[in-house]
């Protein structure tokens, strides 16, 4: 599921400038925006949560469970996704830093550039042991998987 489809305040409608709403599902309801909304480049976090996450190549990679914010800077640390199961069992849960991630608003979606298989070796958990991502070690490994730079204050403890 996508950001569009998840949005309950029509934030992200997308008009043509003819009155239609192209996100009317077909129904040609009427939608005049009197602004451009806030996306995408600010969004509201419920609209993050569940969205899909793909790599480049397309494979989907899952969806996002959560969002974890760093209290004292406002900043998004990491987007936590999940991965494999059926039916949220056996789903393994990864914490992916918020850098890593690209908004395609294309697709309406995120992308991370990962290999599906080096995903599923990443440094993960399960809903019932979830690490202390305010630890600099940890986040320092994660960021380092990744590719990343993790932010001094990350780093700091």
Do not use: C
Not at 26 to 32: F, V
Not at 45 to 70: F, R, Y
Not at 114 to 141: H, N, V
């Amino acid at each position: 599921m996508n950001y569009e489809e998840r949005d309950p305040y029509g934030m992200y409608r997308v008009n043509n400038g003819t009155g239609t709403d192209l996100n009317s599902q077909g129904n040609g309801s009427l939608y005049t925006p009197t602004h451009q909304g806030p996306g995408p480049r600010l969004m509201g976090a419920n609209t993050l949560i569940g969205n899909d996450v793909s790599n480049q190549d397309g494979d989907d990679l899952g969806e996002i469970k959560e969002i974890m914010l760093d209290v004292s800077s406002g900043r998004i640390s990491y987007a936590v996704l999940s991965f494999g199961g059926f039916l949220s069992m056996g789903e393994k849960l990864f914490a992916v830093p918020w850098s890593a991630l690209k908004l395609d608003t294309v697709n309406k979606r995120f992308t991370v550039s990962i290999d599906k298989t080096r995903l599923e070796s990443a440094p993960g958990f399960d809903k019932d042991q979830w690490p202390d991502m305010a630890d600099p070690e940890w986040a320092a490994g994660i960021h380092a998987y990744y590719g990343t730079t993790p932010r001094a204050e990350t780093l700091m403890n």
